[in-house]
T-cell receptor
């Protein structure tokens, strides 16, 4: 089983759509969770941390289910500029520094 | 306050040559992390360094790869006798202390190594 698993997509949605990405992780000791965004041939950029209670940042909502070891990202009112690859990221077990990256889910928002 | 600086942005090497990738951490940061991204894959942890110390190199290939973070100057990731399979994007991140992964990292713009 992969340490962090994501559907590679691509998700092809029209502008204004709501789209959800899911991710599962294998190490139940993990404590820190993130979504990163990566544009083509660029560095990954931190989109948001994911907290147990769920958190929202504008059009983006992240949820964590520790029991199921499952993380989600919801994007509402998609914009063309949201087109990118979204990386699910988890710290490795109780490590204070090692991050494990999923392979990413590609999103294409069309006009 | 400049972010994490990596150079060169692009590096082309012939098989068998050496590649040296540099990473200057953010000001005041003394911890550096190197990650590698192969085509169509996620980033993979390579090595964690503090000034003059390698803390965890469990993600480094056993041969040809080495890393250092001297007291003065940038961190260097060195790949000797490069092979085509070393072609990848190499990203560096930094933090002021331990526990950096609790907050997520800010990565440099990366070095794209192409071995021909």
């Amino acid at each position: 089983r992969k340490e962090v698993e994501q559907d590679p997509g691509p998700f092809n949605v029209p502008e204004g759509a709501t789209v959800a990405f899911n991710c599962t992780y294998s190490n139940s000791a993990s404590q820190s969770f993130f979504w990163y965004r990566q544009d083509c041939r660029k560095e990954p950029k931190l989109l948001m941390s994911v907290y147990s209670s769920g958190n929202e940042d504008g059009r983006f909502t992240a949820q964590l289910n520790r029991a199921s070891q499952y993380i989600s990202l919801l994007i509402r009112d998609s914009k063309l500029s949201d087109s990118a690859t979204y990386l699910c990221v988890v710290n490795w077990g109780d490590s204070s520094y090692k991050l494990i990256f999923g392979s990413g889910t590609r999103l294409l928002v069309r006009p | 306050n400049a972010g994490v600086m990596q150079n060169p942005r692009h590096l082309v090497r012939r098989r068998g040559q050496e590649a040296r990738l540099r990473c200057s951490p953010m000001k005041g940061h003394s911890h550096v992390y190197w990650y590698r991204q192969l085509p169509e894959e996620g980033l993979k942890f390579m090595v964690y360094l503090q000034k003059e110390n390698i803390i965890d190199e469990s993600g480094m290939p056993k041969e040809r790869f080495s890393a250092e973070f001297p007291k003065e100057g940038p961190s260097i990731l060195r790949i000797q006798q490069v092979v085509r399979g070393d072609s990848a994007a190499y990203f560096c991140a930094s933090s002021p202390g331990t526990g950096g992964s609790n907050y997520g990292y800010t990565f440099g713009s990366g070095t794209r190594l192409t071995v021909v």
